[in-house]
């Protein structure tokens, strides 16, 4: 291909990758990212700027990256007055002024790695339609769209230790070094955003070690120290509180470990399954993540041709298991916890198409048909359920197990959509003054409603009482869903997202507004909503009703 051919063609590759993130970071504000990530990002600047390195320690993630490259943005979109002031947890409305900012880095971080993707792949087929392919299913993957424009670390951390991964050397030839090097910073990257992309590298120099190859085990060793040295040099620079406050360090970030003992998500409808399901949390939210197109192309791929798969198909097969393992088996399980699988399942699949064209030469008018059909569909679904990709439904949980079929939980837990619509609707309601609400996530509340919001703790407070659907289906708060429950008065206003229910305002309860704030989050409370309860709940439609999607 021309070299101006190309450039066209990857213009076009960055543009279907950053117009569907940058055009829809507005929307809603992430749950994690208002209550933690504007403040925390501050916080880390403030410690940069002073020299009081005890204040850039932002989380047990740890989040370094994210506050970096979400503070600088901040401040230039400051500096040429695009923003007024800088986002605080004391001006929830800050927040909402600043969102397209603080999603800015996910967007071109996840952006560029799409795009760096393609030329990759490009080199390593030798043929654009190559790299094409390659990027198909990630282009249209709509959970991946969905977290590629959030304020928080799992596509930043992905598309870090991805492309370390799959830029790596595994023979020495061509420009080895340079690659080298280029890896070890995108790791560094990625595990200063997230520990857990620690895995990547991890699995990289197991792979390494066992793999015959023309190099002798000594100079892989020698490679692999040469690496953990260019890391540390990196990661000392960037985060210099590591070496000023070893131990303090190293004692916030075992709190990382402590939450990842956690249970953080309690379904009930997995109750009445064999025993052996209740255990199934992570393959339940791989398969509603994942499209049965993407398993059955790289079931076919591996069945056909395992024992021919290239270096990046292995090493993406193994990390794609290996953190899917990992997931499975921590008790704390959410579902953008699957997304390194999810993505590493996308690329092997493109990949996969592009050895069936090869392969089969006869059929490849079919596979022409297929790659449009499918390209079309995804393109099609995306922009009807803008900017709420992340309910995009998938069937292949229900053909598995018809028992849940209909169910509205379907692992769709929310990370703040339909927030905003709540709080224009309470904006609305002419009262004087303004009437107190309560909210298992009031942060994210508190960034569209211009009245006073407490915690769902302080629930008895509040007139109004907003029920979100993550609150629900992981049974935080079981007393107040309980007596909401039990007074059996439907909501005012509700809304849902690609036909499941997402957010409830309801008056608050007699029986709630009678009992004595706070209210404990039980987990294992008698009070638990067992799960027709909790069906009749997720089902419910209020007095004003409204579908958020297309």
Do not use: C
């Amino acid at each position: 291909m021309k070299r101006w051919s190309l450039v066209i063609v990857t213009l076009l590759v960055l543009l279907a990758f950053f117009i569907p993130r940058i055009s829809g970071t507005a929307a809603y504000v992430n749950t994690d990212g208002s209550g933690f990530w504007f403040e925390r990002t501050q916080r880390f600047w403030r410690g940069m700027l002073e020299g009081d390195f005890i204040k850039t320690i932002p989380a047990p993630h740890p989040g370094v990256t994210l506050t970096w490259l979400a503070g600088a943005v901040f401040r230039v979109a400051q500096g040429f007055g695009w923003i007024d002031r800088l986002p605080t947890d004391s001006d929830p409305a800050s927040k909402l002024d600043a969102l397209s900012y603080a999603a800015f880095p996910a967007v071109l971080v996840t952006t560029l790695f799409g795009v760096g993707l393609f030329l990759l792949f490009r080199l390593v087929t030798g043929s654009t339609l190559g790299g094409a392919f390659a990027i198909l299913f990630l282009l249209i993957d709509p959970w991946w769209i969905s977290q590629s424009r959030q304020f928080h670390l799992d596509a930043l951390a992905i598309s870090f230790s991805f492309f370390g991964l799959l830029t790596f050397p595994i023979q020495r030839t061509g420009r080895w070094r340079l690659r080298t090097v280029v890896a070890t910073v995108l790791f560094v990257l990625g595990i200063l955003t997230r520990f857990s992309s620690g895995i990547v590298p991890f699995v990289l120099v197991l792979y390494l070690l066992f793999k015959k190859t023309d190099e002798l085990f000594r100079q892989k060793v020698r490679r692999l120290f040469a690496m953990g040295l260019i890391a540390l040099i990196l990661a000392i620079a960037v985060w210099p509180v590591i070496v000023v406050h070893p131990y303090a360090t190293y004692r916030f970030l075992r709190l990382g470990v402590g939450w990842a003992t956690q249970e953080h998500l309690d379904l009930p409808f997995m109750d009445d399954q064999p025993a052996w399901l209740q255990w199934a949390d992570d393959p339940f939210m791989l398969l509603t993540r994942t499209a049965l197109i993407v398993l059955g192309l790289v079931a076919v791929s591996l069945v056909l041709r395992g024992r021919q798969w290239s270096d990046h198909e292995r090493l993406l097969g193994l990390v794609a298991l290996f953190t899917f393992v990992v997931m499975w088996v921590l008790p704390k399980s959410l579902d953008r916890y699957v997304l390194p699988s999810v993505v590493a399942l996308d690329v092997l699949a493109g990949l996969a198409v592009w050895q069936f064209w090869q392969r089969f030469t006869r059929w490849r008018r079919v596979v022409w048909v297929g790659v449009l059909a499918v390209a079309l569909f995804g393109a099609l679904e995306i922009v009807r359920l803008h900017p709420y990709e992340s309910y995009a439904r998938n069937t292949l949980y229900h053909v598995l197990y018809p028992s849940l079929a209909g169910r509205n939980t379907a692992f769709m837990l929310g990370w703040g959509e339909g927030y905003r619509e709540a709080g224009e609707y309470l904006n609305a309601i002419t009262q004087t003054p303004q009437p107190v609400v309560s909210s298992w996530y009031s942060d994210v509340l508190a960034t569209s409603y211009r009245g006073p919001v407490v915690s769902s703790r302080f629930a008895p407070d509040a007139e109004y009482t907003v029920l979100y659907q993550n609150m629900l289906v992981r049974q935080l708060y079981p007393t107040l869903a309980r007596e909401i429950y039990n007074d059996g008065t439907p909501p005012i206003w509700s809304a849902s997202i690609n036909g499941y229910g997402a957010i409830w305002i309801y008056r608050t309860p007699p029986l709630i507004a009678k009992a004595k704030p706070p209210l404990q989050k039980e987990r294992k409370s008698r009070g638990l909503l067992n799960d027709a309860e909790l069906q009749e709940m997720l089902n419910r439609q209020g007095e004003v009703y409204v579908e958020l999607t297309r």
